[in-house]
């Protein structure tokens, strides 16, 4: 048998034949492309809107609005080109993907909605849910260390498992897990997206959930990048006691005379910023450079 390419392989091949449309009215599969494979106990149906309710398993939480509202306009226009994906519960449908396309629809006002129907079991359903958020990278970091630690929870499943349940590596899924263990407050901050999936993890390295917190602060307002970030905790953890991690904490570690001169006389000499790092009698000398040019430059110099 011959196979047929294109995209939108796995959805109108979903469909079995059938003529039967219990729950809803089987949609016309010429409108989506075909498919050589099929998976039983699957139909594609047009269901009636208030007949649909939201995932409990649904691991994404948080919304762009205005991606939402283009959505709906989008559907208002030309309606929903790809079928959401449910499973039938006893009275009413659940939804396991597409929850945008649903929400636009209600926006946009239509009576029902395209969908692809299968019979799945609750474990089934979380994780088609969780892969079909990965697959789009619809999750941010926190609804996705959150979904993890649910699949272990609740299906009791180890770390390996879950790895290969979603076709992430073991540590992978490790470091995601360590996400939950930052403060609410920060959190927060990684799923607004003020802080990146980098920062998160750098961040998840500091016990401390006052200093993560003051941490978080200090890469918002001044703009610190994932290795600015990565080398203050380096800093952090080398320190002894109490005050001179503030110090490194507020960026307000005070600096021998001696240091301070060797920063300028260097600075001027390489015609950029070099910061002396002193951690007792050791310590590490950083240069900065703009690009690639800038470091032949400085090379050049050293020569």
Request: charged share 30%; with cysteine; net charge negative.
């Amino acid at each position: 048998m011959s196979k047929k390419s294109g995209l939108g392989k796995g959805l109108s091949a979903l469909i079995p034949d059938s003529t039967s449309s219990q729950g809803g009215d089987l949609v016309d599969t010429n409108r989506f492309e075909q498919d050589p494979f099929v998976i039983p106990g699957t139909e594609l149906r047009e269901v009636p809107l208030g007949d649909i309710e939201r995932n409990p398993y649904q691991p994404r939480t948080v919304f762009d609005d205005e991606k939402l509202s283009e959505l709906t306009t989008s559907v208002k226009e030309v309606g929903v080109l790809q079928p959401i994906l449910l499973r039938e519960q006893n009275d009413h449908y659940e939804l396991i993907a597409g929850e945008r396309r649903w929400l636009a629809a209600r926006r946009a006002g239509l009576s029902s909605i395209p969908a692809v129907v299968r019979r799945i079991q609750d474990i089934e359903s979380f994780e088609q849910a969780i892969i079909e958020n990965l697959h789009r990278e619809d999750l941010n970091p926190i609804d996705e260390a959150v979904a993890f630690h649910r699949l272990m929870d609740e299906f009791s499943m180890t770390q390996q498992q879950v790895a290969e349940r979603v076709g992430r590596s073991r540590s992978a899924v490790a470091n995601s897990l360590r996400l939950l263990q930052l403060s609410p407050d920060v959190q927060r901050l990684i799923m607004d997206g003020a802080l990146s999936a980098g920062h998160a993890r750098c961040l998840a390295g500091v016990n401390d959930i006052k200093i993560q917190e003051k941490l978080a602060s200090r890469v918002i307002s001044e703009a610190l990048s994932v290795r600015q970030l990565e080398s203050i905790v380096n800093d952090l953890n080398d320190e002894d006691n109490y005050a001179s991690k503030e110090r490194v904490v507020s960026g307000t570690s005070v600096k021998e005379a001696a240091y301070l001169e060797v920063e300028k006389v260097l600075s001027e000499k390489f015609d950029t910023k070099v910061s002396v790092v002193s951690r007792g009698k050791k310590g590490r000398l950083v240069i900065e450079f703009a690009d690639q040019d800038d470091l032949q430059r400085i090379f050049n110099i050293l020569e």
